[in-house]
């Protein structure tokens, strides 16, 4: 059985007919959770609580650094 690291990569490259189209999508209203301030411990607790509404409301977030 060959070992992943055996096999050339051009295997893993797909041909450009067969690769997914690149486009831009906005989420809007997506939550953006901004960890630039994450040293503070009162920011980090904030923080963690908008992680923990973003996944119970949206299922997902954006992690930003401004």
């Given at each position: 059985?060959?070992v992943?690291?055996?096999?050339?990569w051009?295997?893993?490259?797909q041909?450009?007919?067969?690769?997914?189209?690149?486009?831009?999508m906005e989420?809007?209203g997506?939550?953006?959770?901004?960890l630039s301030?994450?040293?503070?411990?009162?920011?980090?607790?904030?923080?963690v609580?908008?992680?923990?509404?973003?996944?119970k409301e949206?299922g997902i977030?954006?992690?930003?650094?401004?």
């Amino acid at each position: 059985m060959p070992v992943h690291r055996d096999i050339p990569w051009e295997r893993f490259i797909q041909d450009p007919e067969h690769r997914p189209k690149l486009s831009t999508m906005e989420a809007q209203g997506m939550p953006l959770i901004d960890l630039s301030s994450s040293d503070d411990t009162e920011a980090t607790e904030e923080v963690v609580k908008e992680i923990g509404s973003a996944c119970k409301e949206w299922g997902i977030f954006q992690v930003i650094r401004t």
